[in-house]
């Protein structure tokens, strides 16, 4: 057998080819552990041995690629966002590929939000959102994976719309899918049985099936990475200060017009035209807010940025692609907010309209939509 025609060794879990490069791409296994008989990734390992689903990833085309087999099959699909990020996480294409299969909407991280939000409105507002998005669904619940929040009726939920299928859950990454994966295993699935192999038609993908006492399966699929999502572009050690933890505590700024914000170095907003206002900004106590003059902005961030205007670092600004500008004008008597996929949102409040302008890096998601709160 000549070099090119040995095949790498499969994991015995999933299926799929198996290395020892890079722990954040499928089918990781270590060094160690790659010569065994029967050697399983790490994602398969976790998930036998410590009910762990581990975060794996794949960039958008190949995610379209495994969504491409689910509508031949008779399935529940699980699709879970993130409600701080819901434009920049929603999977706004899925519908086409899903077929006819009911589509359950699991919006996490609501921990994020004030107690005395109006969930009922909320839930309303994701409903209307996901329908501008294009997607159907049969229905949408609200939770926090890092409280174990409203986590029971997920179960629920999925135990309704499930009526003896499988249930496929996708996501994109960072927006709590593993948890919500391990939930489901503890409370579905026989650990003590082997996982099994399927691969989706078209590509040489494969996900990892996890089977259910009723001879069912749930499907992991690896998190899709969308690179309009600020998350995506930013190094990892900006992420803490990028991604809450806490509940957001507004931050409110009465503008006149030629007024700028700074959000670090990662994006700006500026004021340009308009009666005096004010608008509240919701984003990560991580990332810190500087006002200015419109006139003295573009020297602010020439002198301050990455030093006192951070995140991220001065050494890591060149990794992030230069901003552009987005223009945006704000209805008279309209609630907006100003959305920036992973950063957060500037809620305008003005009864008057407003023209701004967004500089945020090249190909992060910019948009006005109906205000969340």
Not at 20 to 35: A, C, N, R
Not at 83 to 100: A, E, K, P
Not at 119 to 148: H, M, P
Not at 188 to 203: A, N
Request: aromatic share 8%; glycine share 6%.
């Amino acid at each position: 057998m000549t070099q090119d025609t040995i095949r790498p060794p499969r994991c015995a879990g999933c299926g799929i080819p198996l290395h020892s490069e890079d722990p954040k791409k499928p089918g990781f296994v270590p060094v160690s552990s790659q010569d065994k008989e029967e050697a399983i990734c790490q994602r398969c390992f976790r998930i036998k041995h410590y009910s762990e689903a581990s975060s794996v990833t794949v960039d958008q085309d190949e995610f379209l690629k495994l969504l491409g087999g689910i509508s031949s099959t008779n399935s529940l699909v699980v699709h879970i966002v993130d409600l701080f990020d819901f434009q920049g996480s929603i999977i706004s294409g899925l519908q086409r590929f899903v077929g006819n299969n009911p589509v359950l909407l699991v919006v996490n991280k609501i921990d994020l939000f004030p107690p005395v939000t109006n969930w009922n409105r909320l839930r309303n507002w994701v409903q209307k959102q996901a329908s501008e998005e294009g997607l159907k669904i049969v229905d949408v619940v609200l939770c926090s994976a890092r409280r174990n929040i409203g986590f029971d009726r997920v179960v629920e939920a999925v135990n309704t719309y499930r009526q003896n299928r499988d249930v496929y859950v996708v996501g994109a990454t960072n927006v709590g899918k593993s948890t919500l994966i391990n939930r489901l295993i503890s409370d579905y699935s026989d650990l003590k049985r082997e996982l099994t192999v399927s691969r989706y038609p078209g590509t040489t993908l494969d996900a990892v099936h996890i089977p259910l006492d009723d001879g069912k399966s749930i499907i992991d699929t690896p998190g899709i990475v969308y690179s309009w999502r600020m998350s995506e572009l930013i190094p990892r050690k900006d992420l803490a200060a990028l991604l809450p933890d806490k509940p957001l505590k507004p931050l409110t700024y009465q503008l006149n017009e030629k007024q700028t914000l700074f959000f670090g170095s990662l994006a700006r907003f500026d004021f340009v035209e308009g009666e005096r206002q004010s608008f509240t900004a919701y984003l990560s106590s991580g990332v810190p807010i500087h006002r200015t003059k419109l006139e003295r902005a573009d020297e602010l961030y020439e002198q301050h940025r990455g030093v006192m205007l951070t995140p991220p670092s001065l050494e890591d600004l060149d990794s992030i692609p230069p901003w552009t500008r987005h223009r945006l004008r704000i209805p008279p008597n309209s609630k907006q907010d100003v959305f920036i996929s992973g950063i957060g949102w500037i809620q305008t409040n003005g009864k008057t309209g407003a023209t701004v302008d967004v500089h945020a890096p090249r190909g992060v998601k910019v948009m006005l939509r109906e205000s969340i709160l």
